[in-house]
């Protein structure tokens, strides 16, 4: 079974979003800032980070960065309500192991293929 770690800090999105992915058969854990997410995936295992752009202790890019150093086998996708042409999408979702962005709001049959891409990617299932 996949573990999903989501990384936002609206509970009421995240209390959402948990039953659904796990009814996908996920694992789901969350945190509500990249400090949080860092430790926890210091100590745990964790398949794909879902994280928003904007965090308050740290933006994803950097995040990304971070745990990718750490763990390059992890793969992460984007979640943000910032357009499209927003500079700071664009560097991030260039980021080595980052498979997906999905803009918000989302149903959440949009997350379930963006998780399924993301879990497809062939660098992803050779790792």
Partial sequence: MKTILIIDQNLEFTNALVPVLMQCGYTVK???NAVEAMQFVKEKTVDLV???LY???LRADRLFRILLRNKPTITCCLMTSAAYDDPLIKK????KNVKGL???PFSFE???ICIKEAFA???TQSV
């Fill in 50 to 52: 879902l994280s928003e």
């Fill in 30 to 32: 969350c945190c509500e």
């Fill in 102 to 104: 999905i803009k918000k």
């Fill in 110 to 112: 949009e997350l379930n």
């Fill in 121 to 123: 990617d062939p660098v």
């Fill in 55 to 57: 965090l308050p202790t």
């Fill in 92 to 95: 991030t979702i260039k980021l």
